[in-house]
């Protein structure tokens, strides 16, 4: 059974960090794309970053780039959120999603993705 469970949200003061974990299972994890997603309360569901299946070619949304950063570890069928420099309109909770198939190129397009986890929340607050 494919399963994707992140961890790692919390409450933050702005200018904190935190790292987000999407461990998955029940799947080959180099064989998938693996994007990042955030919902805060009556906003729709936005892409944060991506990571290709092919030579782990990444992708931003403008408003995290140069403070998030994706990676992948696929022998511990992990993927990870570093977000530095948080700010309070960072706040939502944070979604990972996978897509099968072998990209050298990704997109962070909610409905590019078939597979998603629960979800953690992370908080930017003083």
């Known amino acids: 059974q494919l399963q994707l469970v992140e961890s790692g949200g919390g409450v933050v003061q702005p200018g904190g960090s935190l790292r987000l974990s999407c461990v998955v299972s029940?799947?080959?994890?180099?064989?998938?794309?693996i994007g990042w997603f955030r919902q805060a309360p009556g906003k729709e569901r936005e892409g944060v970053s991506c990571?290709?299946?092919?030579?782990?070619?990444?992708v931003y949304t403008p408003s995290v780039k140069g403070r998030f950063t994706i990676s992948r570890d696929n022998a511990k069928n992990t993927v990870y959120l570093q977000m530095n420099s948080l700010k309070p309109e960072d706040t939502a909770n944070y979604f990972c999603a996978a897509v099968d198939g072998l990209y050298r190129i990704c997109m962070i397009l909610p409905s590019e993705y078939d597979h998603w986890g629960q979800g953690t929340q992370v908080t930017v607050s003083s």
């Open positions: 029940g799947f080959t994890l180099d064989e998938y794309v």
């Open positions: 990571i290709s299946s092919v030579d782990g070619n990444t």
